[in-house]
Structures are given as C-alpha cells and as structure tokens.
C-alpha cells in the first residue's frame, strides 16, 4: 500500500535547518527558522515558566486525563489574556488544543461542519501552513491582497478592494498582530475599517493569533482582535503560546468562539470538543497548565511580562539598527519599513536570486520569498547582513 502513497511537497524551512547545519562556515547566519533567539543564539525556556513548572512538579499527582476541551481555567485565562473585556465571558468558549496549528485546523472544521461553501479568504501572502491546510481539508480558498512590496507595508486599498468581493457568510483569515512572513500590520484605524467592511458584508472573522506580546506589548497586539469582538456578531480565534510563552514543543494552544448570541454557546463548547476527540481526543495538558499558572498568579505573570517585553524590545533594537545600517549603506530611507514591522519576521523584498546569493557568497540563510527571522541577528551580526543585502543588490 505504502508504494501508492503521494509524494509530499518537502518542507521549504526544514530543508533550509539542514542545509544551514552542514553550512561549514563560522560566519554562517540563520535567518530561516521561526523561532525565538537570545543575542546568544538560544531559545532558553522563560524564567516564568521554569518555576511554575518546578511548582507544578512539587504538587502534580495525577496525570490522569483532565477534558476533551482541556482544563476551562486555561481557556479562560486565554480569554481574558486576548480579549480582557471586550466581550463578557458568557460570550466566549474555548478549548484547549494541541498548538496554534490544531486549534486552527479545528477553526476550520468548525467551519466546514457549520457554512461548508464559504470561502475562507487568506492575506498574500501568509504562514504556508494556511492554505496548506485549507487544501488539504478541501475548502475553497481566496487570496485578498495584503502586501506591498514597493512600501514594505500593507496593501491597504488593494485589501479592502479584494474584501469587498466576499460573499455574505465568507471567513477571513487575519493575523491578529506581527504579521508571517511579511511583518507589515493593519494600524488600529485600519483594523477598524476592516471590522467595518466585514459588519457590512456578513463576512466573519478567523484570527490567527501566535505572537501576542512580541509587537508592541500585551494589550496593543489585542487591539485588532478586541474590536472586532466588540463590533462583529460572531468571531473564531486560533491562539498559540508556543512564541510568547516559549513552550513550543509542550503544543500550547486554545480555539475561542466568539458570538453575540449566547444561545448558541453551548453547541460552539460541545462542537470544539467534539472536534478535539476525532484529532487527538484530549490535547496536551502540561504546558497548558503551565500557561494557566504563569497567568494567575500575579508573580509569575510579572516575571514573565518582563521577560516578554525584553524580547520585545530586543527585536524592536535589532529592527531600528538594521534600518540604521542600511541606511548608512545606501544613503537612502527606503529600508525604513524594517523599523517600522513588528514580530519576529520581515519580507526583505529580495528576489530568490539575491536571496540564494546572499546564502551562498556570505552564508546568510531567510526563506526564499526573503522572509528574515530578526531574532536570528544580534547586534554585531547586524552589520553582515547590512553588508549582504547591499551586496547583492536588494
Ligand atoms: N500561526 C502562525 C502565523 C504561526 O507563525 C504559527 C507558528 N509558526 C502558528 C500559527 C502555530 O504555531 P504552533 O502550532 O506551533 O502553536
């Protein structure tokens, strides 16, 4: 049977770990994969999370199974973490999943059980695992423009023209802040328009939400996916912890349903895990759990606050002197958009000739579309690239 199987499409950011590990060159710069890196090139675990899983070691005594929707004190803590209170509780449901990528996956069955035509629209471009796995569950899919490669920032008129085509009933897909891969995000009169176009046309909003915290704080990063829970009668919400709370590999992730009507929460709960036990049954619960604990007590949550906004700040300095550099390098502002982005990544808007010469004459690794991990630089490799990009001509 095994003979019959398809060839799969290879991961494009895998093959690139690969080919940058057996990279022999000391100088070598990985800009590829999406992780966070300390100035050391670490992804240490958070202070903030070590202790509470020390805590949570000290007073664990079973490991039984908790919920098929996971433990409600994480998705509540979720809830008031993305939308504070924007909506009252009674407004919202939410389960735990395995990641941000299982709770958009189940985002999207929801979907297919519930409005099986609608289109579900997603941003040009966006992570690749959207329309990977939109195909792969059949659903017919729209690109609405998003970025411009001439400004390095959002196609906003190109946006909303291409929103205005949606039918009545459509899904779109919006990344709630630090935009992957291009790092160019909607302004808050922006998310505003937005909401107002999708009120007016019935459409309904999905947000991707995977780096609360790492754009401009906590509370700012929310603003899009808060006003739209306040102004939009029905909303899904796919959250990851694996960036802000660093706890990749524990699969920390929560579905929140969103609605108006609170007459229709109790079949949003039962679907979400209905949805859990035909993937996985019950998701994860450890870093849930830790999630859960860093988020109600006050001291850990301080710590790790602290610690978020270190990270914050670390990508901030690294995008203005980027700027900086390469404005030094070329007399002209036309980098700036790299100051203005937010999270973790950028579109350089290099072409994958010059994103191959820059891998292959100075051993500096992006993606080939030239999505850059600015967290793969630090202060004293900043100037290489500058170097590179210069030199190959971007
Ligand atoms: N959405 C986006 C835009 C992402 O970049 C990621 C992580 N790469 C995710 C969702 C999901 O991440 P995870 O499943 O690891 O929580």
């Known amino acids: 049977m095994f003979e019959a199987l398809p060839q799969q499409p290879g991961d494009e950011i895998i093959a690139l770990m690969q ?37 949570l070691w000290q007073s664990e005594t079973t490991k039984t199974y908790v919920g098929l929707a996971g433990d409600p004190e994480f998705a509540d803590a979720m809830r008031r973490l993305i939308l504070n209170d924007a909506v009252s509780a009674d407004h919202v449901t939410g389960a735990a999943t395995t990641g941000g990528t299982a709770a958009f996956r189940a985002g999207l069955e929801m979907i297919q059980l519930a409005a099986p035509d609608a289109q579900i629209w997603i941003s040009a471009p966006t992570w690749p695992n959207h329309p990977s796995i939109i195909s792969y569950l059949n659903m017919p899919m729209s690109e609405y423009r998003y970025f411009d490669p001439e400004t390095g920032g959002v196609d906003f008129d190109g946006m909303m023209t291409d929103l205005s085509n949606a039918a009545p009933g459509d899904v779109v897909l919006l990344h709630g802040c630090c935009h992957n891969p291009t790092g160019a995000n909607l302004n808050a009169s922006q998310w505003q328009d937005v909401a ?34 306040k102004t939009m009668p029905e909303m899904i919400i796919a959250a990851s912890c694996s960036k802000n709370f660093g706890v990749y590999r524990d699969r920390v992730g929560a579905l929140l349903l969103v609605s108006q009507d609170t007459g229709v929460q109790g079949v949003a709960r039962d679907t979400a895990a209905f949805l859990n036990r035909q993937a996985y049954s019950f998701p994860p619960d450890h870093g849930a759990r830790l999630v859960t604990m860093v988020l109600n ?42 100051a203005e982005h937010r999270g973790m990544f950028s579109r350089l808007g290099a072409t994958r000739a010059q994103v191959d010469e820059m891998r292959e004459v100075h051993g500096i690794y992006m993606v080939g579309d030239s999505r850059m991990n600015i967290a793969g630089l630090n202060t004293s490799t900043v100037p290489l690239l500058a170097d590179a990009i210069v030199a190959a001509g971007v």
């Open 19 to 55: 080919a940058f590990r057996a990279d022999p060159r000391e100088t070598k710069l990985d800009l590829g994969v999406g992780v966070y890196r300390d100035a050391h090139g670490n992804t240490p675990v958070m202070g903030a999370i070590k202790e509470a899983e020390r805590r």
């Open 196 to 229: 107002e176009i999708m009120r007016t046309k019935r459409l309904i909003p999905f947000i991707d939400l995977a780096y609360q915290g790492f754009g401009n704080g906590l509370d700012a990063d929310a603003y899009g996916v808060r006003h739209l829970a």
């Open 297 to 338: 007590d006050p001291n850990l949550r301080a710590q790790w606050q602290a610690e978020l906004s270190d990270i914050r700040d670390g990508l901030s300095l690294l995008r203005t002197e980027l700027a900086h550099a390469l404005r030094q390098r070329t007399g002209s502002d036309r980098f700036g958009f790299l």
